[in-house]
């Protein structure tokens, strides 16, 4: 189970005007200004469940998932999941609860998966098998766990053809198919998913879609994915958290936001759009 | 521990694959160690009795230090670690159950171990068969040998541990360039790169022989040809451990108030 109770963020952002006197002045005098990116953020999330965490470009979507992800620190509020306490902080970003919380990102991050749509996991120069021996050890993976997750992965992923092509080489559908796999070779029980499908054409979207999917039916993987393809919500998620400038707009199930027989883009922008978030 | 020994494992095998690079590497450092070796050559016969070194431990010291480059050199940074900090790719790093900085060290470690892999034997084999002036000669002896391996493997800590004070100053300022641009001039001085220490005058000599710097190249390549012996060179060991100890305690206090107050940018 996940839980957020309140939780913000903040930015310090630097401006300054365009030309070369108002960089000369910026030299001296700084002027930033402060970027609200989460505003008092809570949700609880159950085992199993596959939330689609939606919004705008720049509301606040990645920053939740670095957050959970125990990447990011955030300026106050409480984070656990399964029981373990990421940050419990106050108001004042000081920790509550007699140092119960302390700094246990290594403790975490094995208990989860991660893909972030716009970066890469596989080292770069080496076949993506390496990659994954590599990943084995660090997450000191049972052989027998390992071997088995693999068969499984490759199978539904179709990767067999590739194992051995280093990363570079690798298309960025055929990628993301193995960033996927990379991800979950430690049978994690949450997988967080950051704009799985950009960039990625129709075989590889339907593709990933369907292994997601089987993943949770048969694994029982809690899922969260940000996405602004609609299909992918359409497609994966049971629950959608609608998040816009900073703030948990809805949270309700796909029927709560379709109307009629609009597209799901159009039902979205018109949502976006009564919300004054876009 | 079994992880950073697989990161160690990986490192060293991907620099293996770079066969371009080590072979202009060769050919660089070849030329280089002979050109100095012609120019020691000429402050000799300016004024022998001035030379604070012999001849056949300076040329050793030139080779050894144009072999070893890659590995010793205290201004080569691993353009993935500075890329992954300043793209943001470090995400995934701290994603894993990896320590930043002991993951940092073993992939540096590793990279420096197989570039100068590539790269030594050439050097070295060339260096024993050139004419007696310029020539590699042998060790000192075999207990010069041993400590000369002794303080090469711990001057490569070393210049490890320093470089991962400017990776790690990348974590709190984006982008580590302007230091580490100011460190690769200063470095090549301090470390006897340019010349070797024993040549500086005599209290400079002594204060730099004190520094860190002194402990990345200057001790082993002076240990092999028995410039450096007895009491003065179990100092110089000791002083190796000390550096080595005191750097890498500074690099994971920082590294661990780094991560904590670590922010990954853009979405």
């Known amino acids: 189970m996940i839980t957020m109770e309140n939780v913000c963020k903040s930015y310090r952002i630097a401006k300054?005007?365009?030309?070369?006197?108002?960089?000369?002045?910026?030299?001296?005098?700084?002027?930033?200004?402060?970027?609200?990116?989460?505003?008092?953020?809570?949700?609880?999330?159950?085992?199993?469940?596959?939330?689609?965490y939606i919004g705008p470009n720049g509301a606040g979507k990645s920053s939740t998932i670095k957050i959970l992800s125990g990447i990011l620190t955030p300026d106050s509020g409480k984070v656990s999941i399964d029981g373990r306490i990421l940050w419990n902080l106050d108001g004042k970003g000081r920790s509550l609860g007699a140092g119960k919380e302390k700094y246990r990102r290594i403790d975490h991050v094995r208990q989860i998966g991660v893909v972030f749509g716009q970066r890469s996991q596989l080292w770069w120069d080496?076949?993506?098998?390496?990659?994954?021996?590599?990943?084995?050890?660090?997450?000191?993976?049972?052989?027998q766990v390992y071997r088995k997750n693999l068969a499984e992965l490759t199978e539904s992923l179709s990767l067999t053809e590739f194992l051995r092509t280093p990363a570079r080489q690798l298309s960025l559908g055929q990628r993301m198919r193995c960033e996927i796999a990379a991800s979950l070779l430690h049978s994690p029980g949450i997988l967080f998913l950051d704009e799985p499908t950009i960039g990625l054409d129709a075989v590889s979207k339907l593709a990933v879609r369907d292994f997601v999917k089987k993943l949770n039916r048969e694994h029982g993987t809690t899922v969260i994915l940000t996405t602004h393809d609609m299909q992918d919500?359409?497609?994966?998620?049971?629950?959608?958290?609608?998040?816009?400038?900073?703030?948990i707009l809805m949270d309700g199930t796909l029927e709560d936001i379709k109307r009629g027989g609009a597209s799901m883009d159009e039902t979205l922008a018109q949502l976006y759009k009564s919300y004054e978030i876009t | 521990m079994k992880k950073y020994i697989s990161y160690f494992r990986m490192w060293l095998v991907m620099g293996l694959q770079y066969r371009a690079a080590a072979f202009g590497g060769i050919v660089t450092q070849f030329f280089w160690g002979f050109m100095e070796i012609a120019a020691m050559h000429a402050f000799h016969e300016s004024n022998p009795a001035a030379y604070p070194m012999t001849m056949e431990a300076t040329c050793s010291y030139i080779w050894f230090?144009?072999?070893f480059i890659a590995m010793l050199s205290a201004r080569l940074f691993d353009g993935q670690i500075l890329d992954s900090v300043r793209s943001g790719d470090i995400a995934y790093e701290l994603c894993r159950p990896v320590g930043i900085y002991d993951m940092w060290f073993s992939r540096s470690t590793a990279s420096r171990l197989s570039a100068a892999g590539l790269r030594c034997i050439p050097i070295l084999l060339v260096a024993v068969f050139l004419?007696?002036?310029?020539?590699?000669?042998?060790?000192?002896?075999?207990?010069?040998?041993?400590f000369f391996l002794l303080t090469l493997a711990l001057a490569v800590l070393v210049a490890v541990s320093f470089i991962m004070l400017i990776y790690i100053s990348g974590l709190y300022t984006v982008s580590s360039d302007g230091l580490r641009r100011l460190c690769s001039s200063l470095m090549d001085f301090l470390t006897g790169a340019y010349i070797p220490l024993p040549f500086f005058p005599g209290t400079i000599r002594r204060m730099l022989e004190l520094l860190p710097f002194a402990s990345m190249q200057n001790v082993p390549l002076r240990v092999y040809s028995g410039d450096l012996a007895g009491a003065a060179m179990y100092r110089a060991l000791l002083l190796q451990i000390f550096w080595l100890a005191a750097m890498v305690m500074i690099g994971k206090i920082l590294c661990r108030n780094a991560e904590r107050k670590l922010m990954i940018q853009g979405g």
Not at chain 1, 126 to 142: A, M
Not at chain 1, 233 to 247: Q, T, V, Y
Request: hydrophobic residues 40%; aromatic residues 10%; contains cysteine.
């Open chain 2, 131 to 146: 004419p007696k002036s310029y020539r590699l000669s042998a060790p000192a002896g075999l207990p010069q040998f041993f």
């Open chain 1, 233 to 247: 919500i359409e497609a994966l998620a049971s629950r959608i958290i609608l998040i816009g400038k900073g703030r």
């Open chain 1, 126 to 143: 080496v076949p993506v098998i390496d990659s994954y021996e590599l990943l084995k050890d660090i997450y000191s993976i049972p052989d």
């Open chain 2, 65 to 67: 230090q144009q072999a």
């Open chain 1, 16 to 52: 300054r005007n365009a030309g070369f006197g108002a960089a000369c002045r910026a030299l001296f005098h700084r002027e930033y200004e402060e970027i609200q990116a989460l505003n008092d953020i809570s949700f609880t999330i159950r085992d199993g469940e596959m939330v689609g």
